[in-house]
């Protein structure tokens, strides 16, 4: 088991930032990928990003490219998502996830998922 807790949502302007953070716990190891996903109220839950555990390699979504990034700390077992540049179209509930399959864009090839935390964009 793999437990996920996120925290670092809140409200933002248009333009501003906001750096997302999921603790892991549990049996971490037996993950490949880390992600990131959202879902807006009325829509589907959409990739965000993603990391591989090892070796490191990120993914990130056309939409959000260029303005957030993914990254972890392995002596924290946290993984972060930095936000740039928000939009209001960036308005969600985001949640991370973890998976022990290569399938690091689909949903549900995800094993574990946190709580969520709601990021709100205002223009």
């Known amino acids: 088991q793999v437990q996920l807790v996120e925290s670092g949502g809140g409200l933002v302007q248009a333009g501003g930032s906001l750096r997302l953070s999921c603790a892991a716990s549990?049996?971490?190891?037996?993950?490949?990928?880390m992600a990131w996903f959202r879902q807006a109220p009325g829509k589907e839950r959409e990739f965000v990003a993603a990391?591989?555990?090892?070796?490191?390699?990120?993914y990130c979504a056309d939409s959000v490219k260029g303005r957030f990034t993914i990254s972890r700390d392995n002596a924290k077992n946290t993984v972060y998502l930095q936000m740039n540049s928000l939009r209001p179209e960036d308005t969600a509930v985001y949640y991370c996830?973890?998976?022990?399959?290569?399938?690091?864009?689909?949903?549900?090839?995800?094993?574990?998922w946190g709580q969520g935390t709601q990021v709100t964009v205002s223009s």
């Open positions: 996830a973890a998976s022990h399959s290569y399938y690091y864009s689909s949903a549900t090839h995800y094993n574990y």
């Open positions: 549990g049996r971490t190891f037996s993950s490949i990928f």
């Open positions: 990391i591989r555990w090892s070796p490191t390699i990120t």
